[in-house]
């Protein structure tokens, strides 16, 4: 009814264009259009994914996503079992879970809408190339390997990377030669096992701590796997964390709007306190804490007025947590020379805020807390949807980025 082609009748890719191939410019958009479109569809049913209802998009445990009214067709009325219709893998219509990806970037288009490319910057971006001397190291997972990544995190340590995601066991943890040393944290409803986990950080004694959205908890373990701590009393929507340089640890709450002190004795599996430390921040989502000055930042996400598109807002805090300044993406665009929308943030071994931008697809250099904000483009290329961001013990720069479900390691050459 709609005049479009289903899978079966598209022609294949090749016919329609690839890198390797000399393409004029008119194809070269279609090719553009298309990947849009392909982005935010349904790919059973062609309808646009929406924030709610049957056009929600849900993941399936194989990492292909479908709109819930899909997932309940297939389901058929028993709502038993179905079968993803790409990769013929079965599930159970309870194994689905919201694609967090997805769902952020229909909030960063706005109930207006608008085209994907505008959203994400368009073609020509807005950043600066990466200075000279920063090059990227390593790349890990891919689809298949990781679903729907939502945090990344660095042993001070160790160097190993821990990252939460959509799959069967939500958390991965990478050696500092990109091999994967250990899985766990099982998708289920024992009291160690992780529903949907937001975020992940990881405290200088060792240990993984991860919120989980899906019972609105905070959970931690050993890096052997072995759950040691859940703290389920007092949060409306654990999401972001970040460890301090004492093994405590700093989080979001989300729908309550606060910033949460935690300290645990995670050897005993034991909670000390957890401690509101701020109020009245407006859904505030990623947070980091600076290792040198005990400095606070947080990305607070904005609800868009009338038909505008949401916004974020960078606050920063001091170590005592009064606050030293904060400016949205409208305050920013009118001293960078794009729009920003960011999505993840941390310090870097000099104190600097550092976020990641889905707008230009960039990672950009804020400035300390005293000059802020300042303009430094570190990353401008590269990255499709970049949601995690931290930095190793030897200051590596790593960026999760869930467009293609990866993790890139970025040092100085």
Known sequence: ARGRLGPAQR???????????VRSPQAGMAAENEAELSLLECRVCFEPYGPDGPRRPLNLPCGHVLCRGCVGALAGAERQRLECPFCRRLCGAAETSDCRPL????????????????????SGGGAA?????????????????????????ACPGSGRLAVAHDGKKRIHVFGPSGFCLRRFGERGDAS??????????????????????GDRSVKAFDFEGRGVLAVREGFCLPWGLDATPKSEVILTDSEAGALYRLAADFQRGELKKCQMIRSRLVSPRAVAVCQTSGAVVVIEHLKPRGPSKGSTRVTIFSAEMDLIGQMDSFGLSLVFPSRIYATAVAFDREGRVVVTDVCSQAVICLGKPEEFPIFNPLISHGLSYPVGLTYTANNCLVVLDSGDHSVKVYSST
Do not use: F
Not at 140 to 146: A, T
């Open 11 to 21: 022609p294949p890719r090749w016919a329609r264009g690839c890198g390797g191939c």
């Open 103 to 122: 769902l952020q970037l229909l909030e960063l288009l706005g109930p207006a809408g608008g085209g994907l490319a505008s959203a994400l910057g368009g």
């Open 129 to 153: 190339a990466a200075p000279a001397g920063l090059g990227l190291r390593l790349c890990l997972g891919g689809w298949g390997s990781l679903v729907n990544p939502t945090g990344v995190a």
């Open 192 to 213: 160690n096992d992780i529903k949907y986990p937001l975020d992940v950080t990881v405290t200088s004694d060792g240990h993984v701590v991860v919120t989980d959205g």
